[in-house]
């Protein structure tokens, strides 16, 4: 039983911080309508640097933001590869559902009540 608890443990922590949605890439190139002012998003520059902050004005060929420790950035639009956005709270979702599932589907199975 340990051993489940841990590596459902492990799992929901890797999905946790692995779940992101990409914005754009080089086959969305749609920026300004993928993006909104006061959201935070993860930008990936051509040359694979990650830049992660919230955007407070998007302009025609740049967009300026600050991270967490209001570092201000200015980054160009010809310069980004990927934006990505996190999705934590959908992932919170899917963990609680399998975990659920995960507690119900073998009870239900073999007609026990949870837990013997």
């Known amino acids: 039983m340990k051993s489940i608890f841990t590596s459902?443990?492990?799992?929901?922590?890797?999905?946790?911080?692995?779940?992101?949605?990409?914005?754009?890439?080089?086959k969305k190139k749609e920026i300004d309508s993928a993006l909104q002012t006061g959201k935070?998003?993860?930008?990936?520059?051509?040359?694979?640097?990650?830049?992660?902050f919230r955007i407070l004005?998007?302009?025609?060929?740049?967009?300026?933001?600050k991270n967490d420790d209001e570092k201000n950035f200015v980054i160009e639009k010809a310069?980004?590869?990927?934006?990505?956005?996190?999705?934590?709270?959908g992932?919170?979702?899917?963990?609680v559902g399998a975990l659920a599932a995960a507690v119900l589907i073998p009870a239900y199975v073999s007609n026990k009540p949870v837990g013997q």
């Open 91 to 95: 992932t919170v979702l899917i963990v």
């Open 8 to 26: 459902l443990t492990l799992s929901s922590m890797i999905l946790l911080s692995s779940c992101t949605t990409t914005l754009v890439s080089n």
């Open 79 to 89: 310069d980004i590869s990927k934006i990505k956005k996190s999705n934590t709270i």
């Open 57 to 65: 004005k998007i302009e025609e060929d740049k967009i300026t933001g």
């Open 40 to 52: 935070t998003y993860t930008f990936v520059k051509n040359n694979g640097t990650q830049e992660k």
